[in-house]
Structures are given as C-alpha cells and as structure tokens.
C-alpha cells in the first residue's frame, strides 16, 4: 500500500520534532533553561545564564564568582577545576554556598577527565587558567556542557565561547595616600558574544557597600554607560 | 510529674570521684594529697589532702598553705564520665543493670539484686569488691526506698529497712536535697530552695515533709514538689538503666607489617565488605565510618568519613573501600593531615586496621536533609566528585569552609572532600586586626615575593614602630611563568644580573596609584609559629585605564604579596 503525502509528511515532522527535542535546535527551546543570574550582571549577560553555554572570563576571578553566586544560592553545584588560589572568603561573600563547593585545584594532566566529570555532575564549572586541556577536550567538554546542561566558566581564551567577558579596566573606591581602605569598585567589562555582533562596554558595580543594585534591562541611568564599540569583535 | 511506685534502690557512692579520676589519670597514688581546680576554688579534695587540712571551695592559695606539697589537678568533666565507665562496668560485674546519674553515683534496684545474692548485705559487700578488684576504686554502697534517702545511706554505708525512709530522712537538714541533684543547674536551683527554706525556719527535711503538698506547690512550684516528694521517700522516675551494646566494627591484624599500598588494596576491600556485611547482619546502616590504624611505631591514626545515605543500595563496600584505600596511602606516604593543618604522621608501617561504624541507626530510619530527602542533582554531584576523586586521590578534591582568622588565607578551611574535619578557628571571635572586607578574590596558596620600591627606586621598609620610609611608589610583583618577555628582560645584562639569574623574575614596574596602611597584626607570639606582619593595600596602574589591586605583607624585612582583588 502505498503511503499518502499525509502520512509521510506526518512521519517527517515527528522525527523533526523528535530531533528538535533532543538536540534542541528551536530558539524557543534553547532559551528556556537558565540558572539565576544575580541582578547586577543583568547588563552584561541580558539574555541570563543560560545551561550548556561556554563563558569565557578574562582578568577577573570575581567576576567569575560573581556569575556562579545566585544559582548556586539556588541550589546548584559549583566545581573549580584548576583554581588553586581561589579566594574562599570572597566566594562565600558572593553568594556562594560553600557546602556546594568544590575544589579539584591541581588536576595535572588529568585535567580532562576530572574537568569531564565536573560537567556531568555540576551545574556550574569554573575552569581555571592553565588547564592542560587541548582544543579537541575543549571542544568535546562543551558539547558535553550543551548536553548535560551545564555552565563552563573558563577563565582566559575560550575559542568558540558564548560569550567572551574581558575584564578592560577597573576603578577602585577608598583608598587614599596612605589612608582608607578598599571599599568599591566599577568593573568595565568588554562583552562579546559569539553571535552577537557587536561587542558592548559595560561598566559593573562590584563589591560596592552601598551601590545600588540595578534590576532589569532598562536604560542607564548615566548615558555612555554602555556604548557600541563599532564592528564586531 | 507522676507518682510512681517506690522502688528499693542501692547507691553505689565514689567518695571525691573527680579527684579519684584526675589521680588515677595522672597516676599518682592515693596516699598523695590532691585536689581537683575549677574556676577559682577546688570542686573536689582527696582524703589525704582533707586529713592535712584542705578544704572544698577553697582558694589554690589556701590550700597550698594548708598542705603545701598539694598536687593540684585539672577540673575535666569528660575525664570524670569516661573514667566512671569502668567503674559501671566492674559494678556489672555483680548486677545486671545500673543507672549512671552522675559521675561518682550509680543506682541500682535492689530487690532482684538483693534476691541474687541472697540479702542487701552480700549485695553490698559483692558491689564493693567488685568495683575495688576491677576498677581499682574504693567505693561505699548504701540501700533505702526512695532515692535521696538511699543517696543518703550511701554516703554513710547504712542499709535502711523498708518502709522507714521518711524517718530516716527527718532528721538530715534541708541543704541534703542537693545530694540528689544530678546536673548543675539543677543543683543550683535545689541550692536556692534550700537556703529560702532554711531562713523560713524549715531546717530538716522532716519539717518540709511535714508541710501540705498543696502549699508547697503554690509557694515554689516544680522545684518545691520534687523536694518535698524527695524529703516523703518518694520517688520521681524509675531508675533507667544503661544498656551496653557492641561496636560494629572490623578488626584486621597484618601478619606482616604492610608497608606498600598493593599489600593494602585487599585488605581495604575485605574490611570494607566486613563491615558491610555486619552492618546488614545488625539491620543497621551507618552515618560516619572511624578508619582506625596502628602503625609499627606504636602510634594510633585515626580519621572520620561521612558516608551518605544514597550510596547505601549496595554501593557501600565499594564507596567504603575507596575510602579506606585512600586513607590508608595517605598514612603509608605520610601526605594525610598535610592540608588540614596538623602534622602528618611519620610513614611507618602498619600493623592492623579498624573500621568502626558511628551515628548508626536502624535500616530505613535514615535521617535525611531538613528540607526534604536527597535531590537527584545532589547525588549526581556527589558521584561526580567521587569520580574526580577516585581519578586524583584523596587530597584531589577539597571542601571549603570559612573560618576565623585575620589573613585572607587563614580564613580559608579546606579538607578532602568527604572528611570529616572542622574548622581549626571560630568566625565568631572578634579577630582584631583582620583585613576588612572585600575579601580578596586571588589568594595564592603561597604568598608570592614582591618588591616595594619608592621614587627612587629604593626597597620601602616598615620600622618597628610602623612608619614606612617612603610612600611606596612602584610596586614589582613576580611576572607569569610564560611571559617570555619578562623573563629576557630579567636575563639582559642591564637588569643587573649576569648569566644565570636565581631569584623571582620579575615584572615590569607598577606605578601606585593609591594605597593604605600599614595594618599590623601580630599572631601567636607566644608560640613557634609566631607572624609579625604589616599590611599594606595596593591600587597599582597597569596599562590605560586599568587598576589592579592588591594585598601586601611586610615581615622579616621583606615583601610579599598575599592576595589580589581581581
């Protein structure tokens, strides 16, 4: 018996969807999952932090902590892998859970499979500097990142990261000649987003004590606060 | 408070029980004068001190004057109860149960006892040389109906008849009623009644159970009933008595001292299936597994693990073997301990090995979180970190935790994850002179050199009485390890070395934009171990625009840098 237009054309779509659901290639589909992003990094990561992205951080380890801070508030696990001196203190002021931490801070030549194994267990994975991980584990952790729904925040060069943050400048609050202490600082970070065309300045409020907190993607308050940088980066 | 049926009771009574226990700890004999120091008076003195003229509750210096050959011992509440323990058990040598009320006073229900050895007397005199024979301790027994006036007896080694308790108790004052209070609070609020009771004009007990029961309750409520049930002959409770069980745990004896880790593996595994199987037998699983070991030496190791609820089906033997693996190459390499702080044992060979399950409750009684049983992603992380760990040992992944102390990397705890280990430092203590925060993002493990240089280039120093030579112009921090360009300016003739350089490489100077300080804090001076350091925060241009920040120490006339606010 020979198949109808219908049928076949009913197959088609079934197995369309059957792959969409797997792989998840619909835009609606790829964008729902997100873990909680803390207010302040709104400007810098708009879309939130989505599950199974690559996040490339240049020059900030707070930075760092600070995307990992509201979800692992949530609930999620965070693994540092190849951060020997990360700062314990500065994690927990964050917002991190420590309980939820983990530390793999000297991997060695096992970089690969223990940084593997993060991602198939853990919500949120930082990725130190100097990793001994090649280009093909760099690639094959992130599509396992993609598949497991899990964040790699990688500091230094990622090639084909999400989003590449730089941390371009920063300006501190507090200290004086010989008085003060630290007490603030404007982070301005350079975000480049792989299919975002054009890179974007935005100017964070870190570690401040009483900065205020912005929610949402509304306009700044201080024009020229995020501007256009021209051409895509 | 409900009234129960009297029960005829023998008090076993160790007279000065916290001296007899600090003498036998400290192994002096008991002919020498001692006495037991807690706070600002003594809590408990030996006969031959009492004989010599030392009194309880008096000050050190008195009592030295008294007896100035005095052995003054530390007041140690555990010691007292972890003594006693032999105590009861020499006491069942002769009965079948006792209850321990404190350390130094054990019940036990006469009547079946007495039965068993034919009267209270043999009963006596069979707890009496039991307690001397296996403990060693010199003990009085006494027997009444109701517990103080047993407590009583015991005190004089007198036998009351049945049913003459509240006449043996009307005539002992009203401050007896202490001699039942079992725990210090108790105790105090007993002492209050007491002594309201006595300026009232109530001075025996048998005036106070002459009172109306009525009265009393209205006029000082609990506290007044349970004296006045006391000064009756009544009792309150039953006694409840102790029950000893058996330790599950695995004992494995080497024939040979194991000294390589492949000797090891199967042992690891067999005990571990051991305990397994003897936790099943008991139909008990277990919250925290104590690895034991005895080195050739002669010294004992031991280290706690929390093993968790989701690897019970099954899993155990093998998630216990890893465990026990690792701890064991930890103590043959001699590495264990390294990151939590104390010292490592010496490697030695090791004679035998124990594993001894704690926090043990019944099969499917398992406590879960607060909130709600294990998640999926729990489970799944920790499965996660067992892999990592099975791929880098033990000390491959750690937990963190915050701690006290006043340097960045003080604050830090780390232990292997899965150990059970806390913190060294209370958060809560004040920490004077701690770095405010923020707290640093980069603490290196290692503080790192650094040069201070002021304008003119010369090293910056922190005198004594902490003013810096200069204000600190240019700071030079160590370069990265593959920055090839530092490295052949540090080479080049004109940096002032020649051929092969030894010390840091050096990157290029900083200038400082802003900086604070110094903070001294002087640590532990009174130990091995003592810091000296001065503090100094740091902005530093680097490149246009940027400023990186960063904590530096000054000590032993040389800089370091501690942390980096990046």
């Known amino acids: 018996m020979a198949e109808t237009a219908e049928t076949r054309l009913a197959r088609a779509r079934e197995a369309l969807a059957g792959v969409q659901r797997r792989v998840g290639t619909t835009r609606e589909t790829w964008d729902a999952p997100t873990l909680p992003l803390a207010p302040v990094l709104d400007q810098v990561l708009p879309q939130g932090l989505r599950r199974g992205q690559v996040i490339a951080v240049a020059g900030s380890t707070s930075l760092m902590l600070a995307l990992a801070a509201a979800a692992s508030e949530a609930g999620s696990w965070t693994a540092a892998v190849g951060l020997p001196s990360l700062g314990v203190v500065a994690a927990a002021r964050r917002g991190l859970e420590l309980a939820r931490l983990a530390l793999v801070p000297y991997p060695g030549a096992q970089a690969a499979a223990a940084a593997g194994a993060c991602v198939d267990g853990m919500d949120v ?14 690639r094959r952790l992130a599509s396992r990142a993609r598949e497991r ?37 404007d982070l301005t970070v350079r975000v480049e987003e792989r299919r975002g065309g054009t890179a974007r300045l935005v100017t964070v409020p870190l570690d401040g004590v009483g900065t205020p907190v912005r929610r949402g993607t509304g306009v700044p308050a201080v024009p020229g606060h995020v501007r256009a940088l021209g051409g895509a980066a | 408070m409900s009234v129960v049926t009297v029960v005829r009771r023998a008090v076993l009574w160790v007279p000065d029980w916290p001296v007899v226990a600090a003498m036998t700890e400290a192994g002096l004999g008991a002919d020498v004068p001692a006495a037991v120091l807690h706070g600002r008076g003594l809590v408990a003195v030996s006969a031959a001190a009492r004989a010599a003229g030392v ?42 149960g006792v209850e321990i009320s404190r350390p130094g006073l054990m019940i036990i229900p006469a009547d079946g006892a ?16 039991a307690v001397a024979e296996q403990a060693g301790v010199e003990c009085a027994v006494g027997a009444a109906d109701g517990l103080l006036a047993a407590v009583i007896a015991a005190r004089s080694a007198e036998l009351v008849p049945a049913g003459t308790s509240r006449e043996y ?35 025996t007990l048998g005036d106070l159970a002459a009172l109306p029961f009525a009265d009393i309750l209205a006029r000082f409520g609990p506290v007044g009933v349970w004296a006045h049930r006391l000064a009756s002959g009544e009792d309150l409770a039953p006694p409840v008595l102790r029950r000893t069980e058996e330790d599950i745990a695995v004992e494995h004896v080497f024939e040979d001292p194991a000294e390589r880790i492949e000797q090891l593996v199967h042992v690891a595994k067999e005990a571990a299936i051991a305990l397994d199987r003897a936790l099943l037998d008991a139909g008990m699983r277990c919250g925290r597994v104590r690895i034991t070991a ?22 155990f033997a093998r998630h216990m073997t890893d465990r026990v693996r690792w701890q064991l190459e930890g103590w043959l390499s001699g590495t264990a301990g390294s990151t939590t702080g104390d010292k490592g044992p010496e490697p030695s060979p090791l004679v035998s090995l124990g594993l001894v399950a704690e926090d043990v409750v019944p099969l499917g009684s398992e406590q879960a979180y607060l909130w709600g049983g294990v998640s999926g992603a729990d489970s799944r992380a920790h499965r996660a970190l067992e892999r990592v ?62 040069l201070v240089l002021d304008a003119g280039g010369a090293p910056v120093a922190v005198s004594q009485r902490l003013a810096v030579s200069a204000p600190p112009t240019w700071v030079r921090l160590e370069a990265d390890p593959s920055d090839e360009r530092a490295r052949a300016a540090n080479r080049h003739p004109s940096s002032g070395h020649v051929g092969h350089v030894d010390g840091p490489v050096w990157d290029r100077p900083r200038p ?17 171990d003592a810091s000296r350091q001065a503090y100094l925060q740091v902005a530093l241009r680097d490149g246009e625009g940027a400023v990186i920040a960063v904590l530096l120490a000054y000590g032993g006339g040389e800089w370091r840098l501690e942390a980096v606010y990046d």
């Not at chain 1, 994975?125 to 760099?138: C, F, H, T, W």
């Not at chain 2, 093993?307 to 089906?313: E, I, K, N, S």
Request: glycine letters at 10%; one cysteine or more; aromatic letters at 4%.
């Open chain 1, 125 to 138: 994975v930082l990725l130190g500097p100097r990793l001994a991980l090649s280009e093909a584990d760099r």
């Open chain 2, 55 to 96: 009194k309880r509750g008096s000050t050190r210096r008195l009592a030295q004057r008294a007896c100035p050959e005095l052995a003054i011992l530390p007041h140690d509440e555990g010691r007292d109860s972890r003594l006693f323990e032999s105590v009861a058990a020499a006491a069942e040598h002769a009965v079948s």
């Open chain 2, 169 to 203: 108790l009307a005539p002992a004052p009203i401050g007896a009623l202490a001699l039942a209070a079992m725990e210090r609070v108790q105790r105090e609020e007993v002492e209050r009644l007491a002594s309201v009771l006595t300026r009232l004009g109530i001075v």
């Open chain 1, 149 to 185: 729904g899990a964040v790699i925040v990688a500091d230094g060069a990622w090639t084909g990261a999400h989003v590449t943050l730089t941390a371009v400048g920063s300006r501190w609050h507090g200290l004086g000649a010989g008085d003060g202490r630290l007490r603030g600082r």
């Open chain 2, 389 to 450: 760990q099975g791929l880098l040992g033990l000390e491959g992944v750690l937990a963190v935790a915050e701690q006290g102390g006043r340097s960045p990397r003080d604050r830090a705890h780390l232990a292997p994850w899965g150990q059970e280990a806390p913190p060294a430092r209370a958060i809560a203590h004040p920490w004077p002179g701690r770095i405010p925060d923020p707290p640093p993002a980069t603490v290196p493990p290692v503080a790192r050199p650094a």
């Open chain 2, 512 to 528: 400082v934009e802003s900086w604070a300080g110094p903070w001294p804090v002087s640590e532990r001076w009174w130990s091995e």
């Open chain 2, 294 to 315: 005895r080195t050739e030496k002669g010294q004992d190791l031991e280290r706690v693990w929390r093993t968790d609820v989701g690897t019970r089906a099954g899993a």
């Open chain 2, 114 to 129: 007495a039965r068993f050895h034919g009267s209270e007397e043999a009963l006596a005199e069979a707890l009496v040389t």
